[in-house]
């Protein structure tokens, strides 16, 4: 079956990696236990995987895009020693308000603005309506509803705080990044039975 259309777009910090506020260095990074088995079931399962994230951190002066690049870099690394892989990283590093005027406007890239998701679809040909969002924050669940794709809140992160305050239900309440992805294999097998 071909599935190249279909993206899983991916929070990143308490969705992936823990969510230690902001994640300046490589040396940081603490990947989910099971986050890396359920990202290489996706990419065997043959569906695209996206990373979305916001870092306000850039405009904030926390971190420069290329600091961002280097933990991107090591958090492939990982991945690639569990067989996993991230097919594209897309990341929103504006924030309304900051001095730094490169980076302080309204834009549509970030969460929950839909800007990364409809770049990725651009970029890579994907359905947005057969694809899905998986993240611990309202703001994931809202991204995925506006353009049509299912969603998935996964209680890790800001998950479990933040489940009864979206406006949006998720379709899916998931312990971890692992559980989403048993949904998501779940519901595209289903799909594909009934078509």
Do not use: W
Not at 35 to 62: C, M, P, Y
Not at 138 to 149: L, P, Q
Request: glycine share 6%; aromatic share 8%.
């Amino acid at each position: 079956m071909e599935r190249s259309h279909i993206a899983v777009f991916l929070d990143r910090d308490g969705t992936i990696n823990v969510d230690v506020d902001f994640l300046t260095s490589p040396n940081q990074l603490q990947i989910i236990p099971r986050s890396d088995t359920a990202i290489r079931e996706l990419n065997n399962f043959g569906v695209k995987v996206f990373i979305v994230t916001n870092q306000s951190g850039i405009a904030r002066g926390f971190l420069t895009e290329e600091a961002l690049a280097e933990i991107h870099q090591e958090l492939s690394l990982r991945l690639r020693r569990a067989e996993a892989h991230i097919d594209a990283y897309y990341y929103c590093p504006h924030f309304p308000g900051t001095n730094d005027a490169r980076y302080n406007i309204e834009c549509e890239c970030r969460k929950p603005k839909t800007g990364m998701l409809l770049q990725a679809a651009h970029e890579h040909n994907i359905d947005l309506r057969q694809s899905f969002t998986i993240g611990d924050r309202c703001r994931d669940v809202t991204m995925g509803k506006t353009v049509g794709a299912g969603t998935a809140m996964v209680a890790t992160g800001y998950g479990a705080s933040e489940k009864n305050d979206c406006l949006g239900e998720p379709d899916f309440f998931a312990v971890d990044l692992y559980d989403a992805v048993q949904f998501v294999k779940k519901t595209i097998l289903s799909r594909e039975q009934l078509s």
